[in-house]
């Protein structure tokens, strides 16, 4: 299933809320940074812990909506978009920030045999097909790979699918975070020797 394994104390798990993790990574004894939700909690996130721990990798273990996997698909994140940065009336392409080195499509680090998806990242809990296109939907990742691409830091992002981003989204997220738990936990032992 995996390419490469880390150490682990290489690698720095991130996941936005305590939640996602139903203290099961806790119990196993394994460190985790809660970020917060959204993007600018998630960048943060990212330069307090790259600068503090240093880590090879930053694994972004989450849960996601999509309209193209289906719930309790456990999914790679291959690249990542701002599903919300929408700057076209004056002449941007759709999740392009104006004047940066950095593209509007974050290619990521993959290293297992998931399932591959685009990420598309934004400030809002998605109800419906987002308007930039990708294949499932979050609120962290890519300003997590952003600030790991600007601060030289590997970074890969492994989402358990919770709900279809439908208007039920958030009744099928609570209910699918048990599962979803689990299944990121089986995620992070794959990757790690």
């Not at 940074?33 to 993007?39: P, T, V």
């Not at 593209?103 to 290293?111: R, V």
């Not at 738990?181 to 020797?193: D, F, P, Q, R, T």
């Amino acid at each position: 299933m995996i390419h490469k394994k880390f150490r682990r104390e290489d690698i720095v798990v991130v996941m936005a809320l305590p939640s996602e993790s139903q203290n099961l990574f806790e119990k196993a004894g394994i460190e985790v940074h809660y970020c917060g939700i959204g993007k600018v909690n998630a960048a943060i996130g990212a330069a307090q812990i790259i600068f503090t721990k240093k880590p090879q990798l930053i694994l972004n273990l989450g849960t996601a909506g999509s309209h193209k996997f289906k719930t309790h698909d456990l999914i790679e994140c291959s690249s990542y978009v701002q599903k919300d940065m929408d700057i076209s009336p004056l002449g941007f392409k759709r999740g392009e920030t104006p004047m940066d080195e950095i593209p509007g499509l974050i290619k990521g680090t993959t290293l297992t045999q998931l399932k591959k998806g685009v990420c598309g990242t934004g400030d809002t809990f998605e109800v419906g097909v987002p308007g930039l296109e990708c294949d499932l939907v979050d609120m962290e990742a890519y300003s997590l790979a952003k600030a790991c691409k600007k601060l030289s830091t590997q970074f890969m992002a492994i989402k358990y699918i919770t709900d279809g981003s439908d208007p039920e989204s958030h009744k099928d997220w609570v209910a699918n975070l048990p599962k979803a738990a689990a299944g990121l936990m089986n995620a992070y032992h794959s990757l790690v020797e």
